[in-house]
């Protein structure tokens, strides 16, 4: 429980650095802007393609297979509870794709990965990465077009659909990084100490960039205009109740081991996604919006977490 906390509490605490920094006039929009494109194009592909090809081999893979039914169709009914649920609180037009998306997908490897080890231990991983792949699947495929489609001004002079326009969308850089290296681990190729160093060099500037982004949102923001509305609350009865009740439903029909379930329910009830915030900024979404849910999500979850482990155990 306490690791949990501190999990949680490193998060704030390198959103308020970057907060800090932009209110001591270190950062701004024009950082921001720089910190989004080295995320979304370099720094996320190669944090997907090592937590492919480090975290799994093909043998754990091929044999966690058949457990992958459970996390892929939960991830799809909770889209269309999403799908509905929007329709019926009307949802304004500019935020419904990153209220399907927040909703359904959740923060499976900054926060899921090392609070599942915090309270089931190593033994957690290969669940945890496996509900991971099918979220990471959703959000950087039909996600990021979601997220996209709220901008505004491509609503107002929508292209065309073909197929040529629909794989631009969702041919992510991020999720290139993703496939390449899940391909990557099937054929087994090895992976040289340089390009696995170079990556990994690389690919730690995910986190700490899309925290600092989120505090200079927060700061040009104000945090009094974070704003607790009814879709922010829609969010967050997403992430902490539709999710893993879909997960503890679909239970009772695919059976699987005791951990392999806790951790799916840990998995499915974790906050928004932290790069919400920084994707809603490079791909012209409401920002406030998306900094907003994950903001509350990660408050709320101080106490969630809470209730999930007295009812997991």
Same mark, same amino acid.
């Given at each position: 429980?306490?690791?949990?906390?501190?999990?949680?509490?490193?998060?704030?605490?390198?959103?308020i650095?970057g907060?800090?920094?932009?209110?001591?006039?270190?950062?701004?929009?024009?950082i921001?802007?720089?910190?989004?494109?080295?995320?979304?194009?370099?720094?996320?592909?190669?944090?997907?393609?090592?937590?492919m090809?480090?975290?799994?081999?093909?043998?754990?893979?091929l044999?966690?297979?058949?457990?992958?039914l459970?996390?892929? &169709? /939960?991830?799809v009914?909770?889209? *269309?509870?999403?799908? =509905?649920?929007?329709? $019926?609180?009307?949802? +304004? !037009?500019?935020?419904?794709g990153?209220?399907k998306?927040?909703?359904?997908a959740?923060?499976?490897?900054?926060?899921?990965?090392?609070?599942?080890?915090?309270?089931?231990g190593?033994?957690?991983?290969?669940?945890a990465?496996?509900?991971?792949?099918c979220n990471?699947?959703?959000?950087?495929?039909?996600?990021?077009y979601?997220?996209?489609?709220?901008?505004?001004?491509?609503?107002?002079?929508?292209?065309?659909?073909?197929?040529?326009?629909?794989?631009k969308?969702? &041919? /992510?850089?991020?999720?290139?990084? *993703?496939?390449?290296? =899940?391909?990557?681990? $099937?054929?087994?190729? +090895? !992976?040289?100490?340089?390009?696995?160093?170079f990556?990994?060099?690389?690919?730690?500037?995910?986190?700490?960039?899309?925290?600092?982004?989120?505090?200079?949102?927060?700061?040009?923001?104000?945090?009094?205009?974070l704003?607790l509305?009814?879709?922010?609350i829609?969010?967050?009865?997403?992430?902490?109740?539709i999710?893993?009740?879909?997960?503890?439903?679909?239970s009772?029909?695919?059976?699987?081991?005791?951990?392999?379930?806790?951790?799916?329910?840990?998995?499915?009830?974790?906050?928004?996604?932290?790069?919400?915030?920084?994707?809603?900024?490079?791909?012209?979404?409401?920002?406030?919006?998306?900094?907003s849910?994950?903001v509350?999500?990660?408050?709320?979850?101080?106490?969630?977490?809470?209730?999930?482990?007295?009812?997991?155990y």
């Open positions: 429980m306490l690791e949990a906390y501190l999990n949680i509490l490193v998060v704030f605490g390198v959103m650095v907060y800090i920094l932009t209110w001591r006039k270190w950062f701004d929009n024009h921001a802007d720089v910190f989004s494109k080295l995320v979304l194009n370099i720094a996320l592909p190669l944090n997907m393609f090592l937590n090809t480090e975290r799994f081999t093909k043998a754990e893979f044999g966690l297979a058949k457990g992958i459970l996390p892929a &169709l /939960s991830i009914i909770t889209y *269309f509870i999403s799908v =509905l649920y929007a329709k $019926l609180t009307k949802v +304004p !037009l500019g935020r419904i990153m209220f998306t927040m909703f359904t959740s923060n499976t490897i900054f926060m899921g990965l090392p609070i599942n080890i915090a309270v089931f190593e033994k957690a991983v290969p669940y990465l496996l509900y991971y792949i990471t699947t959703f959000f950087f495929t039909w996600g990021i979601l997220i996209q489609s709220d901008n505004l001004e491509r609503q107002q002079v929508r292209e065309m659909f073909d197929v040529r326009f629909l794989l969308k969702l &041919l /992510s850089p991020a999720l290139l990084g *993703f496939f390449v290296g =899940l391909c990557w681990m $099937l054929l087994e190729i +090895p !992976l040289v100490t340089p390009l696995r160093d990556s990994r060099y690389l690919s730690h500037l995910t986190t700490p960039l899309s925290l600092f982004v989120i505090g200079i949102i927060i700061y040009q923001t104000g945090v009094k205009n704003k509305d009814k879709e922010t829609g969010v967050l009865i997403g992430r902490y109740l999710s893993p009740l879909v997960i503890v439903t679909l009772k029909f695919i059976e699987v081991p005791t951990l392999m379930l806790n951790v799916f329910i840990l998995q499915s009830a974790m906050p928004v996604q932290n790069s919400m915030p920084i994707l809603a900024k490079g791909y012209g979404a409401d920002e406030g919006f998306a900094t849910s994950l509350y999500s990660i408050i709320a979850y101080l106490f969630v977490i809470i209730v999930l482990l007295q009812f997991i």
